[in-house]
């Protein structure tokens, strides 16, 4: 609890509305000992989720925007003509997100418990710009075995001993997933480790101009001297995929020059100018 609330103390959210999301926290944490039922969020851009207690959205119902200068970008760089695909989903906060700004939305997620509230996140919202696969992302087609009691941090495994449980289901590639549903514009890929694999898998796909970046859960500043890592930048960067931060409250990208540069996402763009046009043509901040 106690690194959850340094977490809080710091969150931008909190700087600018300190004693509503304190009280959001105080209230959260009383009501999570007193039930399991989930409870109805309000989001973005009159967006709703449903979040469960204990869960990997909980963070949404404390400030709104957890990751928040991703959240923003996002918000602001996505547009009604855009697909976006959303790789290790979740309960589907970020693909209604994207939703929510009239993109369409490709949203994978393998274990049947999360896929469930996924399909019900979905279905609170406009269920035809998303479109949910329960399924796993990697370098080829077939089946990998994947835990199911980890929350957010279920991950793919070669180990049937492994003592959390786990169950076997359907992998696909990105290029496949490309060719029957449409390329790209963005991608988000949280996938606990195997990030490298998904990007393997997506082919040709990455030389395709209507794909201008991605979002991936990295933990670049621990991670950076990792070969297998360091092999996903060196993938990213022959395709011109170079990686960022962004600053929401002054709307503007900069580059990580250092390997051990970033946060836990990084973005990774090309076209920076469309992106950085992009950014500057939808300055507000979204509606909350």
Known sequence: MR??????????VFRQRPLRTFCRWVFWQVRQRLTDKPLRLGFVNGSSLMIHPREGL?????VILPDYDDHVF???????????????????AYSVLAASVGSEVLSLEPVPETFERLVVNSRLNVASRIKPLQL?????PGRVRITTDLGPGNHLTMNVSEE???????LVT???????EGGPTFVKIDVEGYELEVLQGAGDLLSSRELIGFLIETFRPNNWHLPKFQELECLLAKYGFL????????????KLEKPSDGFNNTLYLRDINVVKQRLAETHQWPVL
């Open 3 to 12: 690194s959850a609330l340094t977490w809080l103390l710091q969150h931008p």
């Open 164 to 170: 959390s449980p786990s169950i076997e289901v359907d």
């Open 74 to 92: 996002l918000l602001r760089f996505l547009r009604k003509e855009d697909r976006f695909f959303d790789i290790g989903a979740n309960a589907g």
């Open 174 to 180: 990105m290029k496949c997933l490309s060719e029957k």
């Open 58 to 62: 909980t963070g949404y119902w404390y």
């Open 136 to 140: 796993a992302v990697g370098d080829s």
């Open 243 to 254: 990686p960022y931060a962004y600053d929401a409250a002054a709307n503007r990208l900069y």
